[in-house]
């Protein structure tokens, strides 16, 4: 069989069929075949895939193959196959696949976040499909971090992961995002604020805040539904802290599976549930367990139970003011 | 269509598009839903016309339905490697026109097995190709042949467009020194614009 083959020609079922054998990177090629081969694309169940961007690594990934960005000084280490247009920018780009077999799509900008961002537009509008999971350098300037932002709320309201900051955002910005989407697993915010805000925290399973100076313990008692709480430089008390600790002790942070805060109000001799210490020196054992896809790791804690008999470990580090609670 | 005792020996009348008629056995019909939902139940008297299909390609689906009657019950689509010999000669002696006009024939008949083998086929020529090689499987045009034929309708509309305006005004000064009646005047200049442009286009 070596004519050509007519492949829009076939039935829609049958196209439906063929496209849903392919991987994003095999539909992303196919798309630049023509606007018609575009037109298809979402026949393969496009729609349900499962998009993250990575600011950090400077990545897009869907349904885990990887459209990689690299710099326009980078290319000559790679074997280049061609180029490719991405939202009317063609540029070069080169193929890879790990040892997963899972395909990388690498291509090369002369800005790699002016390239990110292309390529995620372009990728979004190809696959029709919502974005899961938006992570970002707190360094990444605001006017492109905002875009992002914007293009994804004007496709949807909800998204699993969001890291929120940039350089220099504003915190009007970062309560307005809070307005148009809601961030429903793993919520990252890296933004310090000049006020404290008013912003849901009620919303994800999984809470990390930089910068939690403004955070006091009416917080707290938002995010009791939270399954993992980190907070970085807040400025908890011992008094708010017993509270905190007796309150999950009577049952109030039902799914809590895991808590760290920072606080340097913490007292050096501070402690909780009338033991003399919240770190065990005498025989230091570690714990391990993977919380919401992360792994958690604690060596020294307290062993403590719930009033309703659920049984936690509990460390308090008087050198870094860290209080963490690993329920086992 | 005969109704003998035993279901297995069933044999139903086929009618292609050049109205010739086949047999086909009742457990090879019965791989296809189409049939399975339109004439198991009530039957059929006569031949069963399935006329947008050739003989050759009806033939041929049937042959892949009456090799796999024997075959364990279809448990979603096998990869290429593990398809049997037998499977792989099928598909290869196949030509182009062939091949799409039984995976038509297998989607129309809703022969489910047969349909994905089908699919699998056309994937496996994909994939793994990048968009040069694709275009060469798929005798799609590219975006730049889309692109510089657009151009050129674009500036033969453009051309056409003048030439009618061009036309329609020497054709008004004229019919307007002659003094002609407005109806034949209007018709005149009709008639003059369509063979101008009609003219235009065949070029």
């Given at each position: 069989m070596s004519q050509p083959l007519k492949l829009l020609h076939l039935p829609t079922l049958v196209l439906r069929s063929v496209l849903q054998l392919f991987n994003p990177i095999e539909l992303f090629e196919l798309s630049q075949c023509s606007r018609r081969a575009l037109s298809i694309i979402s026949l393969s169940g496009s729609r349900k895939f499962k998009l993250h961007m990575n600011e950090f690594t400077n990545s897009i990934h869907v349904n885990g193959h990887s459209f990689l960005i690299h710099s326009n000084g980078s290319p000559s280490e790679y074997p280049l196959h061609g180029t490719r247009t991405f939202?009317?920018?063609?540029?070069?780009?080169?193929h890879q696949s790990d040892q997963k077999s899972k395909q990388k799509l690498i291509s090369f900008w002369d800005n790699k976040l002016v390239g990110l961002k292309t390529v995620f537009f372009h990728l979004s509008a190809v696959f029709k499909c919502p974005i899961e999971c938006g992570r970002f350098d707190p360094t990444i300037p605001a006017a492109i971090y905002m875009s992002i932002i914007d293009f994804i709320s004007s496709r949807q309201s909800e998204i699993n992961e969001l890291c929120v900051g940039g350089e220099n955002l504003p915190d009007e910005y970062v309560i307005d995002i809070f307005?148009?989407?809601?961030?429903?697993?793993?919520?990252?915010?890296?933004?310090?604020?000049?006020?404290?805000?008013?912003?849901?925290?009620?919303?994800?399973?999984?809470?990390?805040?930089?910068?939690?100076?403004?955070?006091?313990?009416?917080?707290?008692?938002?995010?009791?539904?939270?399954?993992?709480?980190?907070?970085?430089?807040?400025s908890l008390t011992d008094r708010d802290m017993t509270s905190l600790l007796n309150d999950w002790k009577s049952g109030q942070f039902p799914n809590l599976q895991y808590l760290c805060i920072q606080s340097n109000f913490l007292s050096k001799n501070f402690t909780a549930f009338g033991l003399p210490s919240l770190r065990d020196t005498v025989n230091p054992q570690p714990h391990i367990k993977t919380i919401l896809g992360f792994i958690i790791w604690i060596y020294g804690s307290v062993d403590v139970q719930r009033n309703d008999g659920v049984g936690a470990t509990v460390l308090f580090d008087k050198e870094e003011g860290v209080l963490q609670i690993l329920v086992l | 269509m005969t109704s003998p005792a035993s279901s297995s020996?069933?044999?139903?009348?086929?009618?292609?598009?050049?109205?010739?008629?086949?047999?086909?056995?009742g457990a090879a019909l019965r791989q296809s839903n189409t049939f399975n939902a339109m004439f198991l139940n009530i039957g059929a008297d006569g031949p069963i016309p399935f006329t947008d299909y050739n003989e050759a390609t009806l033939k041929k689906v049937f042959e892949y339905c009456e090799h796999s009657v024997n075959e364990e019950n279809y448990s979603?689509?096998?990869?290429?490697?593990?398809?049997?010999?037998?499977?792989?000669n099928f598909f290869n002696e196949m030509d182009q026109k062939m091949f799409i006009d039984v995976i038509n024939a297998s989607n129309f008949l809703d022969i489910e097995r047969l349909t994905s083998y089908c699919c699998e086929r056309i994937a496996r020529m994909l994939r793994g190709k990048n968009t040069q090689e694709m275009?060469?499987?798929?005798?799609?045009?590219?975006?730049?042949?889309?692109?510089?034929?657009?151009?050129?309708?674009?500036k033969k509309a453009a051309a056409a467009k003048k030439v009618a305006e061009k036309a329609a005004e020497t054709a008004e000064k004229t019919e307007t020194l002659e003094e002609l009646p407005v109806q034949q005047l209007v018709q005149t200049t009709r008639n003059k614009l369509t063979r101008k442009y009609l003219s235009f286009s065949n070029e």
């Open positions: 939202n009317g920018s063609t540029v070069k780009i080169c307005n148009k989407l809601r961030v429903t697993e793993h919520l990252v915010l890296c933004h310090q604020f000049c006020r404290p805000p008013s912003i849901p925290l009620n919303n994800s399973k999984s809470i990390s805040i930089w910068n939690s100076s403004w955070i006091t313990t009416e917080h707290l008692n938002l995010m009791k539904h939270c399954k993992k709480i980190h907070l970085g430089r807040s | 020996e069933v044999k139903y009348l086929i009618e292609s598009s050049e109205g010739n008629t086949f047999d086909v056995s979603g689509p096998k990869h290429q490697d593990d398809l049997s010999k037998w499977d792989l275009i060469k499987v798929i005798t799609l045009p590219t975006a730049e042949e889309l692109e510089a034929k657009q151009k050129v309708e674009e």
